[in-house]
């Protein structure tokens, strides 16, 4: 049984037409974000890999498991189809364990961890990062 989205946000999402401009202005604040979370693992990392090597892979996706922003590709669609449970706001999940994200961590030194986020503003998305 899939993952069960529990959503407090039930406002409908408006389309609105973006000129190059704008489209650019979010399509950059979006990697900024995300280069944020890269200097943030970088700076608090305990790991040589991640502190080092830089072997990590932070990523924003929307609801469906997506990839909005990142680098790797995202597995976050293999998660919620192995985890049968619900995702609400304030939820974090941690594993190690391949089997529960289609083989996105290999070995036991991959961690995965997955934090939904649901309330903000009109967006809904997941943030996730996958490290040594």
């Known amino acids: 049984m ?3 989205i529990i959503q407090t946000n039930n406002k409908p999402f408006k389309r609105v037409k973006l000129d190059p401009i704008t ?3 979010i399509e950059n604040s979006m990697f900024s974000a995300r280069w944020e979370m890269d ?3 970088f700076r608090t990392a305990m790991s ?6 830089g072997d990590e892979f932070p990523m924003i ?3 469906e498991g ?4 990142g680098q790797f590709g995202s597995f976050i669609y293999g998660f919620k189809e192995a985890y049968d449970g619900t995702m609400e706001e ?3 999940f941690l594993t190690t364990d391949p089997y529960s994200c289609n083989g996105a961590v290999s070995h036991v030194n991959d961690w995965l961890l997955l934090r939904p986020i649901l309330k903000t503003v009109d967006l809904s998305v997941m943030q996730l990062c996958l490290g040594i």
């Open 2 to 4: 899939p993952t069960t």
């Open 90 to 92: 304030g939820d974090m």
């Open 39 to 41: 200097a943030v693992l």
């Open 48 to 53: 040589p890999g991640i502190r080092e090597q």
């Open 61 to 63: 996706a929307n609801l």
């Open 23 to 25: 489209l650019d202005v």
């Open 66 to 69: 997506k990839m909005v922003v």
